[in-house]
């Protein structure tokens, strides 16, 4: 009986080694997450793009002034390979001109950055990232369109251009996103600057092609358009001798189709002497302006330094507030809220500009005189010696051509290309209490609101002062 209790216990014994002895799986608790790591983008580092031809690129010489200490808040984030001053690209510098590609000259970021640093608090820093081509059309930064551009240059007299485009690879705008992807790993992308359209003057598709590479832009760098406003500077003004002074019509447009918009004056900017380049002292306030515009939309206001404005031949008379009081002095149309007036240039475009632009004696017409027609009226054209303006023979009236069209004008009813189409000519002029005095188109059906056609489905308000003349002997 022992021997077999023995042997029982053995066996359990055994038993309960073997199940000791199992290898039961040890489920380990879950990992510690790894920590995120710290994000390198300074919120306080403000990021501008910029892009355009030979004004933005920077097209004045540098003076003394220009190459004196530069903040070094303010940087320049290169957009191509620079022996001189040695740069790499994709790196971040303090900028000293040249900012875009080495042989160019002082522009519009320039004295941008400058302003925007000495204007924020000190622990802002601000950057730009400058891809721009001399010469170029705005294709060149549309993806659809840039390879059949380049493809349709001539390469005997446009090989400089073709090389400008090979320092991108021949695609600026995917040069122009590479860049801004650097910046925004470092940086916050707080606007855009444009200053492009000589190459495209008075080309009315212009603003929607503008659209076009703000949007792709916007959807490319994964940015709101409500958070990054576009501002897009002038040519060279009239008064300033400007060659593609038209196209600041179109693109005071661009507005309309970009809300988040502003336009860059350049009234009182002077140019080199061929038209379309700034002088120093203009890339200076153009500059500037740009940055005030910028500063506004961040909630700063600055005062900067303006060219003195030139000396108007004439100023503002009596304010009417009503067609009767009117009767047939002559009057000029003037936008209290924006500061411009409507005038004639010598090519007979009806023009919307400051005073100092159209108050000179060298313009076509400078006041208008009302003639009634079955209640509606015509504006007659009036020169700065008080006469009325006739063209090729016939009188000179506001014109507005079809919504589609592209400017209007001041020329004889019937005249050449059809200005009075469906009596374009004709205005329904209302005044409203407090605000000004409406002017409604008979042929379009819309309201008249800048140098554009009478397109607008709401009125801007106008205010009509008679004229004094402003020079002494």
Known sequence: MKKLFLLFAVALAMVFTACTNYDIPVIDPEPEPEPEPESKVDPNFYVYLCFGQSNMEGNATPE???KDYVDPRFKTLACVNF?????????????????VRQGTGLGMADYFGRTMVSSLPEEVKVGVVDVAIGGTKIEGFMQDKVSSYIASMNPSSEGWLINYFKA????????LVEMAKIAQETGVIKGILLHQGESNNGESAWPKKVKQIYDQLMEDLGLNPEDVPLFVGETVSQAEGGACYHHNNVIGKVPSVIPNSYVISSAGCPQKGDGLHFTAAGYRTMGQRYAKAALEVLGYEVNIEEPEKPATAFAFDQKFTSLEEIEDTPFA????????????STNQNLEYDALSVAFQRSNTVVSFRLEEVDGYYLLRGITPDGSEYGIW??????????ADGWCSFILGLNGQYGQDFENGALWDIQYVEGKGFTLLNMGTG??????????YEEPK???FYSLTDNTTD
């Open 168 to 175: 991108y690879d021949n695609d600026p705008y995917k040069r």
């Open 333 to 344: 149309i003037y936008n209290e809220a924006e500061k411009k007036v409507f005038f004639g």
């Open 64 to 66: 003394a002034q220009d």
């Open 446 to 455: 819309m309201y008249l609101q800048d140098a554009l056609p009478a397109k």
């Open 461 to 463: 308000y106008f205010s």
């Open 83 to 99: 022996s001189s001053p040695s740069r790499k690209m994709g790196e971040w510098y303090t900028a000293y001109p040249p900012i």
């Open 393 to 402: 023979g016939s009188p000179g009236y506001l014109n507005s051509q079809p």
